[in-house]
């Protein structure tokens, strides 16, 4: 369910094959060059076409930020000012790229640097340069050096003072100096399975410390994590010689003992633990199905006061559908509790972040509750635990609380639906007061906007686009919106030259004939509306994202595109219990995951069928990867006489093999009667496998450790039991995304769909570039 970049080493792939019967390609021959032209479709061939397309930049300080800007000639680094909008070079480009090719011992493109390439200046003037998980030290002005930061050492998190940083070493929670490197031990008492700090999630499993300083730098905030009588997870590596087994704690659904944390406070000049005094909390989130859900880490429900006298934080119950507001004295370790949130399906506190706020100087909290049916704002006031007034109100989500000013009592927040007429998945930039009244739309163009504000809230970045419109990046003032620069404009001549063409948006109606739902639709270039063409659709079913993804643009979105030039109307569509959407929206199908949006699906296509008269509704293919690999074995299942042919990799088929804390929330507690019937029984897709009559391709990496391999064996062990063809590809050593098998596969499918949705004949072994394309 969660997609995550495989890191092991690729030994091969195991293809084994319990052939399809059906139809044998009878049709045409597709040649290389039709495969080399959907090839050209692909983000590593198009993305490097787009020029001036910046979509995220990088804050220094609150007057200027950097961004990699891209032209025919490759990248540039610049530098903006807030104070005249000007831009600059960032740095000297060629001389950091030798300095780093040269520390890093690989060379660097000085016009192409690596895409996980970032940089901060230190009060020295130096350049702390990441990638990737390496970190390094840069001197540009005389001879340009860079040296590599705590080489095989443990990664840390820096604190707010940028002068140490917290990182985990036997089960413990160290400190490290960064001016001296002195490394001091701040807990003792951490053991095997009961550390301090680690994050351990079952389905992800790291070794950054999970904390959260201090704005002082002076205390950090993290937890002992149990999980002693948590179940352990067992792969195997592939290898010459006797295997090499890995295993971890990973809770799973149902079980008696899962993971728990204990939370702590530790003062860091004196090295005193202050244990909370109350139970074990669960291993949960407001947010998602972990404690700490960002990609920069940190642990989102907890917030420190100002003074860092007090720490606000929420407590969640195992099934997310209890939530309790609490303050704990730093000090003492005592812990009240402000308010709680009781819901029939679940909670949660955003979209993309949690949205509760701490404002102890006031004695408020700002709170996220869709108890209206869409995603607004409450105030609270902290002594008495009761509600003053609801922030914002209405249809339309807060999506994401970007700043409090408490001085000033006003919020910035992105926000979806709250504009008519706009597409209501296109996200927004707004303000309102705390106490109520109107909002106010910072922009005002119909287009998703990016925002990135500046450290002290008086400015940001917003760069607007479209599926079909590329971004407009603009310097803006927070107060009101008005644009004070224009960043960069993308232009996409060289892209439209080289052949490409904009997916396109359309709605349908859903399974009960009156919600709107929202996709987009690829078709090949080349496209020939005389004539029939069979229809792929590509599925995500959520609950916590849809098919579509974003509504930013991308120059390929997937490989729909690329699968469109092999003759196939591709489509992504957003069903019913996908989020963004209303509460009622969203909890669609709660209880009943089975459901994977498929009823809308079907509902859609046969509308989209009626309404183009060459889409040929008696050939429809379906794929997806994780949950959509779990929703396309569903779908051919399912339904069998509507969908011919499936792709279905690393699917999370049955959620009682899958981590606890995703499925108990959309799904709800394991609950078996005395004929050991259970409400899980009607998810598990190896029960309906003998409905089986298409063709299904089931797809793993061996070593997936998000969704365990035994996911799919399930299916497979339901397949050979009830005497159905089907074909499988084990990928040996690769976890859940495919990493160096990903244009492997990507083959494998295409020449799936053409042979047997097609009905063609796919070129023998076309190889695809190795991804990604820097």
Request: net charge neutral.
């Amino acid at each position: 369910m969660h997609v995550m970049s495989g890191k092991a080493r690729l030994c091969g792939v195991l293809v084994l094959g319990l052939l399809s019967s059906g139809v044998v390609a009878q049709g045409r021959v597709l040649t290389r060059a039709d495969y080399a032209r959907a090839e050209s479709f692909l983000s590593y061939k198009t993305a490097p076409l787009v020029d001036h397309a910046v979509q995220r930049v990088h804050w220094l300080d609150d007057g200027q930020f950097w961004y990699r800007d891209h032209d025919a000639n490759g990248d540039h680094f610049m530098r903006m000012s807030v104070a005249d909008g000007k831009a600059v070079p960032a740095f000297d480009q060629a001389a950091l790229a030798a300095a780093l090719g040269k520390a890093r011992d690989k060379s660097v493109d000085a016009t192409r640097f690596p895409h996980d390439f970032g940089y901060r200046v230190k009060p020295d003037g130096r350049l702390h340069v990441t990638l990737g998980d390496k970190q390094y030290l840069c001197e540009l002005h005389d001879v340009a050096v860079c040296t590599e930061e705590h080489a095989g050492k443990e990664s840390g998190v820096l604190s707010p003072d940028k002068k140490s940083e917290a990182f985990i070493r036997d089960w413990n929670l160290w400190l490290r100096d960064l001016a001296t490197g002195k490394e001091t031990r701040l807990t003792t008492d951490g053991i095997e399975d009961f550390g301090y700090a680690t994050d351990n999630a079952g389905w992800k499993h790291t070794d950054k410390a999970i904390v959260e300083w201090s704005p002082d730098s002076r205390q950090i905030a993290t937890f002992q994590q149990d999980q002693r009588q948590t179940g352990e997870m067992y792969l195997i590596k592939t290898k010459v010689g006797h295997p090499e087994l890995l295993k971890w704690k990973y809770p799973l659904v149902g079980d008696k003992h899962v993971t728990m944390i204990e939370r702590v406070i530790i003062d860091v000049p004196t090295r005193k633990l202050v244990r909370f005094k109350m139970p074990p909390d669960q291993h949960r989130s407001s947010l998602c199905d972990d404690v700490s859900c960002g990609p920069h880490g940190g642990w989102d429900d907890v917030k420190w006061a100002p003074d860092g006298n007090t720490l606000a934080f929420v407590s969640t119950s195992r099934d997310h559908k209890h939530e309790w507001f609490r303050i704990a004295d730093a000090r003492t370790g005592r812990v009240r509790t402000v308010f709680e949130e009781k819901v029939p399906t679940y909670y949660e506190s955003g979209n993309g972040a949690v949205n509760w706020r701490y404002l102890p100087k006031s004695h408020e909290a700002i709170w996220f509750s869709e108890r209206n049916n869409w995603g607004n704002l409450y105030l609270y006031d902290l002594d008495t635990g009761k509600l003053k007034h609801a922030i914002t109100t209405g249809a339309g989500n807060v999506t994401g609380v970007l700043r409090v000013d408490p001085k000033t009592r006003t919020v910035w927040f992105r926000g979806v639906g709250r504009t008519p007429g706009v597409n209501p998945y296109y996200r927004q930039f707004f303000k309102v007061s705390l106490d109520g009244g109107p909002l106010t739309l910072l922009t005002p163009e119909a287009a998703d906007h990016t925002i990135t504000l500046s450290p002290d809230g008086q400015h940001f970045v917003d760069a607007y686009s479209t599926p079909t419109m590329p971004p407009v990046t603009l310097l803006r003032r927070a107060n009101d919106g008005h644009t004070l620069a224009t960043v960069a404009r993308a232009d996409l001549s060289r892209l439209r030259a080289a052949g490409w063409v904009p997916p396109i948006p359309f709605t349908v109606k859903a399974r009960d004939g009156r919600t709107d739902l929202y996709g987009l639709m690829f078709k090949p270039t080349n496209f020939d509306a005389s004539k029939k063409s069979p229809i792929i659709d590509y599925v995500y079913p959520g609950p916590q994202t849809g098919s579509v993804r974003g509504r930013s643009f991308l120059a390929s979105r997937s490989d729909h595109q690329a699968m469109a030039e092999l003759g196939f109307i591709v489509v992504a569509l957003d069903g019913m219990g996908t989020p963004w959407r209303s509460k009622a929206f969203h909890d669609a199908y709660f209880g009943h995951i089975e459901d994977n949006t498929l009823p809308d699906q079907v509902a859609g296509l046969k509308e989209l069928g009626k309404r183009y008269p060459w889409i040929d509704l008696d050939r429809v293919g379906i794929w997806g990867h994780s949950g959509g690999g779990n929703a396309t074995a569903g779908a051919m299942f399912h339904y069998p006489d509507f969908f011919k042919v499936g792709w279905a990799e690393s699917g999370n088929h049955d959620n009682r093999n899958y981590e606890d804390d995703w499925a108990e929330k959309w799904q709800g507690l394991l609950v078996t009667d005395k004929d050991g019937k259970s409400n899980y029984d009607a998810q598990a897709n190896q029960s309906f496998a003998k409905n089986l009559k298409g063709h299904l391709m089931l797809t793993y990496g061996t070593l997936d450790d998000n969704v365990p391999p035994s996911n799919t064996l399930l299916v497979v062990q339901a397949l050979i039991k009830a005497n159905r063809d089907f074909d499988m590809i084990a990928i040996p050593n690769v976890h859940h995304g495919y990493a160096k098998a990903t244009p492997y596969i990507t083959r494998r499918r295409w020449d799936y769909f053409v042979r047997y949705l097609a009905g063609k004949s796919p070129p023998p072994q076309v190889q695809l570039k190795p991804w990604p394309w820097r």
